[in-house]
């Protein structure tokens, strides 16, 4: 079936003959391409003339640029607000530390002690819960905590309002 349409194509192409251009196409096409350049030409020549006509009849003066940048109006600086607000801050800083003695006081730290009172419990919960968490955690709060305590010093320092 595919070798029957692929002969039937070629026997339709092999018929099928090219168009044989007339004798004076080439002379045709040459002479629309010259008209075509004469009138690119002439608008040229037309533009450049009217270009020439046209000349600046006076020169602005030296205090020109001057008084144009004097009437523009300086917008006024926007005051910039941070994008988390103190707010939000205390609230994570809550959030931590809610969570932190979460760990300390919920979750076991191996083998169930008694103890005497619930300041003893919670020591040595936090001796057994400290052991437990990976070293990359407190790294993490003391990096944040430096940077948000020296960034309010510099601040404070510098009186930027943000």
Not at 13 to 29: M, N, R, S, Y
Not at 58 to 84: C, D, L, N, T, W
Not at 91 to 106: K, P, Q
Not at 127 to 151: H, K, M, N, Q, R
Request: proline share 6%; aromatic share 10%.
């Amino acid at each position: 079936m595919e070798d029957e349409k692929e002969d039937s194509l070629r026997k339709l192409i092999q018929k099928v003959e090219l168009d044989e251009p007339g004798a004076d196409f080439t002379d045709t096409i040459m002479k629309l391409v010259q008209a075509e350049s004469e009138l690119d030409s002439a608008k040229e020549a037309a533009l450049s003339q009217l270009f020439q006509s046209y000349t600046l009849v006076e020169k602005p003066s030296a205090g020109f640029s001057g008084r144009v940048m004097s009437q523009v109006m300086v917008s006024p600086s926007k005051q910039f607000e941070p994008i988390i607000s103190p707010r939000v801050w205390y609230m994570i800083a809550a959030s931590l530390l809610f969570i932190l003695l979460f760990c300390f006081l919920v979750l076991p730290t191996g083998p169930a002690q008694h103890t005497s009172s619930g300041l003893d419990r919670f020591l040595s919960s936090i001796e057994g819960s400290l052991e437990s968490l990976p070293i990359s955690y407190p790294f993490t709060i003391f990096a944040v905590s430096v940077l948000l305590v020296t960034d309010y010093y510099l601040r404070r320092k510098l009186n930027v309002d943000y």
